[in-house]
């Protein structure tokens, strides 16, 4: 065969193979949901952020406004709560333990009815009404949920076999796109989400993450979350810091993440008899703490605890009990079923924690307030590089990377000591078990042999 008609018949096939839908259609569908993403994660921060704002100024005031939140807050919770389980079922909570668990199951209908477009839409729905009522919670979490389930969408469309890697994507993405930390995004995605993670799912999670970090930067630029600080420890009396902060956050991060998957559990046994009106009771219950909390805090504990925690980097003093009132909020909020994330409040108290410390050892409060975050974040999830990488990322202060890396480590080594179960991953064995309990009773009711179903490995 001539040279020349070969090299013909090579441009031919390579023309044919690059042109092919088959190729580019996946591509593009992947590009768009990641950037989707990005987009939607800026709008839902811009909702979340007016509903927050709403709720301080119908509360403003030290009259009778003052006292609304006995009234918002528990009606609230309450109609959160019935929503999500009446017509957003596996909505409730951070959103993270649905995402995970739809990791691990290899059946297309078991993982929709953790991770869809529904789903995703009454998430951020609830999530903006509870901070609206003035709940303790975050959109970070929710955040997950909403991007695994839009890449698990472009999966189908695409005919991707990936589904799993791209949960694992767009869970990064999700992350990255919230807190503006692209780092911490493929973190995450290694430490928390995946666990035992497949190199394979390298490109598709960066990929991920570059193009919902390009929407978000297009809408609202480049930022640091706390804003920025240049402390470190540099003497003696900071490196004491670093250890109490580090034991002291690692502790109460493995209470509050004990205190959970037990109220969980026990709830769920709780509410057998009359699912429904018993969760609206537990609802209501817990946002009438919270009010009372939040109304004896001056309002300090409403919200995500954005505003508290940044003001304790750049420096302030937060008074010595918000980081006790703001993990009470946190975690009753967290136990009454809503929709909403601990990412942004355990990072509030984290902060509250550390500038309660600093005031007793008398160190720099953004110092105090940077460890406290790392240690105590650490000890909520088991997950100390997720921890000290996104506090950078969100701080800016790269000067204390060391400073920060032990505090994370001595955070997750203490709570380790306390609770040995992550509290993700120990939330999304619910979700896996019911999965199996409700495929194991359609093979029943269809007279099939009972299958040995087992969730899917790494």
């Known amino acids: 065969m001539h040279p020349a008609y070969k090299r013909v018949r090579v441009l031919r096939r390579s023309h044919a193979i690059w042109m092919s839908p088959r190729l580019w259609r996946p591509r593009l569908v992947f590009w768009a949901g990641a950037l989707a993403i990005g987009v939607i994660s800026v709008v839902f921060a811009h909702v979340a952020d007016l509903a927050q704002e709403l709720f301080r100024n119908m509360t403003a005031g030290s009259g009778w406004q003052s006292w609304l939140p006995i009234l918002i807050t528990p009606l609230g919770f309450t109609f959160c709560a019935w929503i999500a389980y009446s017509y957003f079922p596996n909505s409730e909570g951070s959103g993270i333990p649905q995402a995970i668990a739809a990791r691990h199951l290899t059946d297309d209908e078991d993982r929709s009815r953790l991770l869809s477009l529904r789903l995703a839409f009454g998430k951020i729905l609830l999530t903006v009404i509870g901070l609206f009522s003035g709940a303790s919670i975050g959109r970070e979490g929710p955040t997950v949920q909403v991007g695994a389930s839009i ?253 920060l890396m032990c505090a994370s480590m001595l955070g997750y080594g203490t709570a380790r000591l306390i609770s040995h179960e992550p509290l993700y991953h120990g939330l999304s064995r619910g979700y896996i078990a019911e999965a199996l309990r409700l495929k194991r009773a359609k093979e029943r009711a269809e007279g099939e042999p009972v299958s040995a179903v087992q969730p899917a490995g790494e």
């Open 151 to 403: 890449m698990l969408l472009s999966a189908r469309i695409g005919g991707m076999a990936q589904a799993r890697g791209l949960i694992l994507a767009g869970s990064a993405a999700g992350i990255s796109a919230a807190f503006n930390t692209p780092l911490a995004g493929i973190v995450f995605a290694i430490e928390e989400m995946g666990r035992a993670y497949a190199a394979r799912t390298n490109g598709l999670v960066l990929s991920a993450v570059i193009l919902a970090g390009l929407a978000s930067l297009g809408l609202v630029g480049n930022y640091t979350y706390f804003g920025t600080t240049t402390v470190t420890a540099s003497g003696s009396a900071e490196w004491v810091m670093v250890l109490v902060c580090g034991v002291c956050g690692g502790a109460f991060g493995a209470i509050f993440s004990a205190i959970v998957l037990k109220a969980s559990r026990r709830i769920k046994r709780l509410i057998q008899p009359q699912p429904l009106r018993r969760i609206l009771m537990i609802a209501a219950g817990c946002g009438l703490v919270v009010a009372l909390i939040g109304i004896f805090s001056g309002g300090q504990t409403f919200g995500t605890g954005y505003e508290q925690a940044r003001s304790a980097v750049e420096g302030a003093s937060l008074p010595p009990l918000f980081f006790l009132q703001k993990f009470l909020a946190g975690l009753l909020s967290t136990v009454s079923g809503i929709p909403g994330g601990i990412f942004a409040p355990s990072l509030a108290v984290g902060a509250g924690l550390g500038s309660s410390l600093g005031l007793v050892f008398g160190a720099s409060a953004s110092l105090a307030a940077v460890l406290g975050m790392a240690g105590y974040f650490a000890g909520v999830v088991q997950a100390p590089m997720t921890a000290f990488v996104i506090i950078l990322e969100m701080t800016g202060n790269h000067d204390n990377v060391i400073p």
